[in-house]
């Protein structure tokens, strides 16, 4: 079965550039998350999107911007990148159909995508 | 690579009572580290309890513990004492060695009064 897709795996960037991670959610689900793991910590919830439209949000910076597009592939696009911005960064898709994305259903993660901001 | 499974999408459990929820892991490895993480409506993880996968003896923290069984790479967490506030969506989590992490699709656990 297909799974979700993330890309690159792994980014390796300077300090103030910039860099955009991409999430394919799997096929037909409706609704893409974000979340940021940095090394020992526990992942932290940045912003979600259903149908296209910001329906969480949460400790993501204001450097950070994403966006989901009419195919519902998300990208997580980060501005003037920091040390503390090396993470792992997932991106987990869910099927919310007519409960209008605030129900709980199942979130499928992807491998997550390994930023590396020397 | 490894995946982990949790098997059962809802689950429910009446007030004070006591609640299983399943998973299973696939791995080569024998070093690694098993999570479960709390996800309330707020979307935060919040971290329930973990295991290192060298400790035979069970994780317990409060009403929370976990059934570890290596051999057949099952990590379960039983809650006691269920309360209201324990409703909410559990991931179970996998850690390899070099910090690659893995995640199941999630438990939805209702809490009924």
């Known amino acids: 079965a297909a799974g979700v897709i993330q890309s690159p795996r792994h980014l390796i960037k300077e300090k103030r550039e910039t860099a955009t991670l991409k999430c394919y959610p799997i096929?037909?689900?409706?609704?893409v998350y974000w979340y940021q793991q940095g090394p020992g910590q526990d992942p932290q919830f940045l912003i979600s999107?259903?149908?296209?439209?910001?329906?969480d949000k949460g400790s993501i910076p204001d450097r950070f911007s994403a966006q989901q597009f009419s195919d519902y592939h998300s990208e997580l696009n980060m501005s003037s990148l920091e040390l503390g911005d090396s993470a792992l960064y997932f991106c987990?898709?869910?099927?919310?159909?007519?409960?209008?994305?605030?129900?709980?259903?199942?979130?499928?993660f992807g491998p997550g995508t390994r930023l590396t901001v020397l | 690579a490894q995946t982990v499974t949790q098997s059962q999408p809802e689950m429910s459990v009446q007030e004070a009572e006591t609640v299983t929820l399943s998973c299973t892991y696939d791995?080569?490895?024998?070093?690694?580290?098993l999570f479960w993480y709390k996800q309330p409506p707020s979307r935060q993880m919040i971290l329930v309890i973990r295991?290192?996968?060298?400790?035979?003896q069970n994780a317990t923290e409060n009403r929370f513990s976990v059934n570890f069984q290596k051999a057949a790479k099952s990590f379960s967490l039983k809650i006691s004492d269920s309360q209201l506030g324990d409703a909410a969506m559990y991931f179970c989590?996998?850690?390899?060695?070099?910090?690659?992490?893995?995640f199941g699709a999630g438990t939805r656990l209702t809490v009924k009064p």
């Open positions: 987990a898709s869910s099927l919310e159909g007519l409960a209008g994305g605030s129900s709980y259903n199942e979130q499928f």
């Open positions: 295991q290192e996968a060298y400790k035979q």
């Open positions: 096929p037909r689900h409706d609704t």
């Open positions: 791995t080569s490895e024998s070093d690694y580290y």
């Open positions: 989590a996998y850690r390899s060695a070099n910090n690659d992490m893995r």
């Open positions: 999107f259903y149908e296209k439209m910001q329906s």
